[in-house]
């Protein structure tokens, strides 16, 4: 564990989950603030999940919205089940859930051994790119203006 002494400050790795959750929320109630309160619409999220027969999750996508857009966080599908037409079923819903909540664009980002292809053929845009990984593997960063 490092602790990094500063006058009568500490820097150090010790945490707890309410510290954690008490640091995050007050960095999420500022940007609202700051936002005039942008930030918090339309504020809720959309988890959607890919159920096979037995009820088992093989698959998700997990968004929230803020500042009128729809980010798509999480989203992955088991090997199993790709390339079945299950991952485009689930982003058009997510879309579609987002614009239905006034979310007026999506964006995302995916590395280079990901779903690059996936994400551009779904109507994405590419608006950067990080490249400074090893190995030569890329951070692709998407965006979708909604019609």
Known sequence: MVDIFIENMKITEESNQSEYNEICNNL???NVNATNELLSKPGKDI???LRDESGKAIGGLFCETWLY???LDVFWIDENYR???YGILMLTEAERQGKKLGCTFAHTCTFSYQSLDFY???GYEIFGINDEYPDGIKQYFLKKKFK
């Open 83 to 85: 390339h079945k037409g």
């Open 28 to 30: 999420y109630q500022f």
């Open 47 to 49: 988890n959607l999940y």
């Open 69 to 71: 857009g729809l980010y």
């Open 120 to 122: 551009v053929n779904a």
